[in-house]
Antibody, heavy 121, light 110 residues
């Protein structure tokens, strides 16, 4: 069945760029009925939507993060990636990648296990 | 401050019924967008529990149900079991072109 796996550095220095990749297995990222997204969860806090991307490259971001976020897709590798620039300690969180449907099915039905990213010098 | 408002915690004894509310605004739930619910057990990724207001994915017990009215939605859990102890999140779509979550509700089974 479809599986998602996050990968990337677990420690990032303040002011640098956080970069994560999500590898999709058991299915194609070039699905016409799904987007691929990133969600994060700071320690002890709730879930926060970051953004999502379609296989064509069409992307949407949370407005308050838009200036720092870039989500990209590599269909040849069945992967999509997250870049978050100018990080601070507030960006410390577990980062999840997930699959969501196209409108109106705007929910995440498959999630990765998550990867912990700490922002610290 | 989350866009969708949930109670921080609810509790109930085994076998009882509990409900979790989720209140939005005219730019999300009140605009007619669907509400979805996730269950997050400690130390694990969220799991889709209810989609499109009142639909259960395969494998989710019928003890879980959802409803929506106006700018609000609710998750009901009947026949509460110890393994239901978890965090629950509502989620919808916002006219800002982004997904939005509730702050989460911690369910304690007494």
């Amino acid at each position: 069945q479809l599986q998602l796996q996050e990968s990337g550095p677990g420690l990032v220095k303040p002011s640098e760029t956080l970069s994560l990749t999500c590898t999709v297995s058991g299915g194609s990222i070039s699905s016409s009925t799904h987007y691929w997204g990133w969600i994060r969860q700071p320690p002890g806090k709730g879930l926060e939507w970051i953004g999502s991307i379609y296989y064509t490259g069409l992307s949407y971001y949370k407005p308050s993060l838009k200036s720092r976020v870039t989500i990209s897709v590599d269909t040849s590798k069945n992967q999509f990636s997250l870049d978050l620039s100018s990080v601070t300690a507030a960006d410390t969180a577990v980062y999840y990648c997930a699959r969501r449907g196209t409108m109106p099915y705007y929910y995440m039905d498959v999630w990765g296990k998550g990867t912990t990213v700490t922002v610290s010098s | 401050q989350s866009v969708l408002t949930q109670p921080p915690s609810v509790s109930g004894a085994p076998g009882q019924r509990v409900t979790i509310s989720c209140t939005g605004s005219s730019s999300n739930i009140g605009a007619g967008y669907d509400v979805h619910w996730y269950q997050q057990l400690p130390g694990t990724a969220p799991k889709l529990l209810i989609y499109s207001n009142n639909n259960r994915p395969s494998g989710v017990p019928d003890r879980f149900s959802g409803s929506k009215s106006g700018p609000s939605a609710s998750l009901a859990i009947t026949g509460l079991q110890p393994e239901d102890e978890a965090d629950y999140y509502c989620q919808s779509y916002d006219s800002s072109l982004s997904g939005v979550f509730g702050g989460g509700t911690k369910l304690t089974v007494l």
